[in-house]
């Protein structure tokens, strides 16, 4: 089965940093753009970074530019997000989702999403 | 950065009925607008992507339309397991969503 699995979310003091891993299974990582997408309790859906099938070309939401890395390892097939200097505006549960390519880029496989807590 | 507005934001509605929720893009993105269900304690389920294709597995009562900076999805006949979250997302630059519409049963 084509799966993703995220992992590495936790309860974290602002200011700290987490890294955050996800998983790919029955499907080769490399031949697609990755993302990581988050949703903030009782909230709507939040593209926050994003990467291409080589790890050329990341983009990022601007509140976490300066803060967040996107890296992909496609000989583990793996995609991770380093988080530093965590804000409580950051607590959400954290997706990762792969790119369709023919689809325009759309999300067609998500994780089940790893819960991110900012909290003092 | 491309802002999604989506409306209604909330919508009641019964089973058997045709309801349509648009999507209005910040500036022209041709095609590249997807659509999300997402049902409570779930993951985002693609629906229809590049405005009018429907992902594989999807129920043909759904169907999307429009270019440009509006669209639409719509669902001919709601079904009881259609009462969701639903989102649409713009792929053009980078990624944004808009805010989401609840569909609730009447």
């Known amino acids: 089965d084509v799966q993703l699995v995220e992992s590495g979310g936790g309860v974290v003091r602002p200011g700290g940093s987490l890294r955050l891993s996800c998983a790919a299974s029955?499907?080769?990582?490399?031949?697609?753009?990755m993302s990581w997408v988050r949703q903030a309790p009782g909230k709507g859906l939040e593209w926050v970074s994003g990467i291409n099938w080589n790890g050329n070309s990341r983009g990022y939401i601007d509140s976490v530019k300066g803060r967040f890395t996107i890296s992909r390892d496609n000989a583990k097939n793996s995609l991770n997000l380093q988080m530093n200097s965590l804000r409580a505006e950051d607590t959400a549960l954290y997706y990762c989702?792969?790119?369709?390519?023919?689809?325009?880029?759309?999300?067609?496989?998500w994780g089940q999403g790893t819960m991110v807590t900012v909290s003092s | 950065d491309i802002q999604m507005t989506q409306s209604p934001s909330s919508l009641s509605a019964s089973v058997g009925d045709r309801v349509t929720i648009t999507c209005r893009a910040s500036?022209?993105?041709?095609?590249?607008l997807n659509w999300y269900q997402q049902k409570p304690g779930e993951a985002p389920k693609l629906l229809i992507y590049g405005a009018s294709n429907l992902q594989s597995g999807v129920p043909s009562r759904f169907s999307g339309s429009g270019s440009g900076t509006d669209f639409t999805l719509t669902i001919s006949s709601l079904q009881r397991e259609d009462f969701a979250a639903y989102y649409c997302q713009q792929s053009y630059y980078t990624h944004s969503f808009g805010q989401g519409t609840k569909l609730e049963i009447k």
């Open positions: 029955g499907f080769n990582l490399e031949t697609h753009g």
């Open positions: 500036q022209s993105i041709d095609n590249y």
């Open positions: 989702a792969r790119q369709f390519q023919l689809g325009n880029d759309a999300f067609d496989i």
